[in-house]
């Protein structure tokens, strides 16, 4: 049973597993999810009046300090869809020019670092953007992969993700701090495709009837928290449940918000020490062993997924080879978001209201914003995840 054998065996022996996934990404498709009843307790946090910089979490760069794109120079096809959707989203960002692995001086690679291909270029351009912030004191970044695509919605449901950072970060709503998702967190992994929670931690902003949570059968993920106290268990069970907790291992990068402190622990983790794998794989492995004690914070599942451009596959990601570039996908499609910004870009340059779900067997075809952002959470521990 593989969650027995994964809680028996040492941390350690789990990032290693973790990076032989990784490697092995295309065609795994185990299921390390973890299974078991769960008795829950409810702890709603009380409402405030009081007003702090919560609501920053509305403004252009999403309450960060500031958004970065990374995107390869020569992908003029990738910047000008996220530029279109973001704009139409009311997001702004800074561009950060992506580098070639070819780019990085083999003097320049950590030691021990054989890896080759893309994720050398990705690993390195990652870490430019956090170089940056270190030398120039930025707070918060949020960096988002050039293929990124969110919900229509996703000012609302960062506000959702900001009052569930604070009270996982024990920061009650109202308190002033400096980020509006509270202080003291490192990552903030909003955007994955496989996430682990902390199996000490049994706290959870739970975030029910959230029309942006994709379908369970769609999920072709490898690493995923105990879900079955919303989704199997009792009378409310049902598929639309967003959690959020102290998170692990994780896998992908198409968006994750990192803290000053947060780029600081990174860098030298992966950068100054003996490091060899992709970028994904070492902060997880920081996030996992809460090395320097980070704190990470994730939802799942992700508020942040992935688009798959029409034409010929090898057109998506700049990393991963994703079948033969003579293999073409008819229409764009988007992983593991459900009213997908880049794939309602009709509407919202019409002025439309109402957008169209990629799971219509699950929300119905059309829905408002108003109704797609509307989803409110609520702490609650959780007694009895099987570990
Ligand atoms: C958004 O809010 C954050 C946090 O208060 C702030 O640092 C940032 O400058 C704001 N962005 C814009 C575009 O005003
Ligand atoms: C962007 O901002 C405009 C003006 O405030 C607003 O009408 C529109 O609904 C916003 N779009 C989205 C997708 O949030
Ligand atoms: C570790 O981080 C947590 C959460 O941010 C904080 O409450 C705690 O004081 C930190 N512990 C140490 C030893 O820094
Ligand atoms: C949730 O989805 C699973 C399949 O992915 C299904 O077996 C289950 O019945 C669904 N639960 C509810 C409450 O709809
Ligand atoms: C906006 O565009 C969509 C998709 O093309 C169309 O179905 C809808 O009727 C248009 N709405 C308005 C208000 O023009």
């Not at 496989?194 to 009837?209: A, E, L, T």
């Not at 009709?346 to 067997?361: C, I, M, Q, V």
């Amino acid at each position: 049973m593989p969650t027995l054998m994964k809680y028996s065996v040492s941390i350690g022996t789990i990032f290693a597993v973790g990076v032989i996934l990784h490697l092995c990404y295309v065609g795994f498709n185990g299921d390390y999810g973890l299974k078991g009843e769960a008795g829950v307790i409810r702890n709603p946090i009380a409402g405030s009046k009081a007003r702090s910089n919560l609501l920053d979490v509305y403004n252009e760069t999403l309450g960060f300090q500031d958004i970065f794109v990374v995107s390869l120079p020569e992908r003029s096809d990738k910047r000008d869809a996220i530029s279109v959707q973001a704009a139409l989203t009311n997001i702004s960002f800074t561009l950060e020019e992506a580098i070639l692995s070819a780019d990085v001086a083999k003097k320049a690679r950590p030691y021990g670092m054989e890896m080759e291909g893309a994720e050398v270029g990705c690993w390195r351009s990652h870490l430019n953007v956090m170089q940056n912030m270190v030398r120039n004191r930025i707070q918060s970044v949020l960096i988002l992969e050039d293929d990124a695509d969110w919900d229509v919605a996703i000012k609302p449901q960062m506000h959702q993700f900001a009052r569930g950072t604070r009270w996982l970060l024990d920061i009650p709503e109202n308190a002033p701090s400096r980020s509006p998702y509270g202080d003291g967190w490192d990552v903030l992994w909003i955007g994955h495709c496989s996430m682990h929670s902390h199996d000490q931690d049994k706290r959870r902003f739970v975030i029910p009837n959230d029309p942006t949570v994709h379908p369970p059968d769609k999920r072709d993920m490898m690493l995923l928290p105990d879900m079955s106290p919303w989704e199997h268990d009792g009378p409310d069970a049902n598929n639309k449940t967003r959690v959020m907790f102290q998170s692990a291992y994780g896998f992908c990068s198409a968006a994750w918000a990192i803290s000053l402190a947060g780029a600081e622990k990174i860098i030298y983790e992966l950068s100054m020490k003996p490091f060899d794998t992709a970028i994904d794989n070492g902060v997880g492995g920081i996030c996992g062993l809460k090395k320097h004690n980070a704190t990470c914070i994730a939802p799942f599942p992700p508020l942040v997924g992935v688009s798959k451009p029409a034409g010929s596959l090898d057109k998506g990601s700049d990393i991963r080879v994703e079948g033969d570039a003579a293999d073409i996908r008819e229409k764009a499609t988007s992983e593991r978001v459900v009213f997908s910004a880049r794939l309602n870009i009709d509407r919202l340059l019409n002025g439309s209201t109402e957008f169209e779900s990629l799971y219509p067997e699950s929300t119905g075809q059309f829905m408002s914003l108003k109704d797609i952002g509307s989803a409110v959470g609520h702490g609650e521990w959780v007694d009895r995840l099987n570990w």
